[in-house]
């Protein structure tokens, strides 16, 4: 791996902010291969120098993996003028480059990703890789086998192509139903758009998985946790890239 400056990987490993990391340089507290370095600027060879700080050796994880049960009300976004973002719930010490895979409505509740891996990031959201998301959602009045034929079928959203064949179960149908809907494809609004195409309005929306992965039932809204290894692998096999990339090796 080629060199860094010391600065940067101790921040890349979460051992605090940019200019947090230097002041522990300038105190004294960072040795490289057992010598004390006091200047942020020196280079590093993170695969093969002994770096520790304030006692801890630091490992570079160059990428970076997390489930958020997203809360209703924030936006999906980096930052934002108006409302918390999901990046607010994650706290500091994360990989500066981290970002949401794909994006929930404010209102819309659920398991999100998060990564700086572009290469999956992207491979789960190109369209000819077909992810499979699920949605819980509470649909205004009755929901009946003529939807599921209809959402199975494929619906006219006012897009150029109808949806692709989705799987719509009912749970519940009443005067408010429940359904479980899944799709492979993430059109803007799309679960809202295809039960607007049936007469039918969301009342409620949670994405209770993505690519084969489950929201983890511990995890309230607002929590998160790192994936699993099995999970990042699982997610890699769902978007077609091979189980182990070079990175991980
Ligand atoms: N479909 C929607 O309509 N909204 C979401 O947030 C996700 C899928």
């Keep these: 791996m080629k060199q860094i400056r010391i600065d940067k990987f101790l921040a890349e490993c979460q051992a605090g902010t940019r200019s947090e990391v230097k002041q522990k340089i300038r105190k004294g507290l960072v ?4 010598r004390i370095v006091k200047v ?15 006692g801890v050796q630091m490992h570079y994880v160059s990428t970076e993996y997390v489930m958020l049960h997203k809360p209703s009300g924030c936006v999906t976004a980096l930052r934002d003028d108006r409302y918390p973002t999901v990046m607010e719930y994650l706290g500091s010490g994360h990989r500066p480059d981290l970002a949401p895979v794909g994006r929930l409505d404010l209102d819309t509740e659920g398991l999100l990703i998060l990564t700086n891996d572009g290469e999956l990031a992207h491979r789960m959201l ?3 890789s077909h992810v499979e998301k699920t949605y819980f959602a509470v649909i205004a009045g009755a929901v009946d086998e003529e939807d599921v034929q209809a959402f199975r079928e494929g619906l006219d959203i006012g897009e150029k ?22 799709i492979c494809e993430g059109k803007f609004h799309q679960v809202k758009r295809m039960f607007e195409a049936r007469g039918k309005k969301v009342l409620y929306l949670k994405r209770i998985s993505m690519g084969g992965i489950p929201l ?34």
């Design 31 to 34: 040795t490289v291969n057992g």
């Design 40 to 54: 942020p600027e020196q280079k590093v060879s993170p695969d093969q120098d002994e770096i520790i700080c304030g």
């Design 126 to 128: 190109a369209p000819k």
């Design 161 to 182: 192509h109808l949806t692709l064949p989705a799987g719509l179960e009912i749970l519940r149908s009443g005067e408010e139903s429940e359904i479980h809907l899944t």
């Design 216 to 249: 983890d039932p511990e995890l309230a809204a607002g929590q998160w946790r790192p994936l699993t290894d099995d999970e990042i692998t699982k997610l890699r096999q769902e978007s077609g890239m091979s189980a182990v990339s070079e990175e991980t090796l």
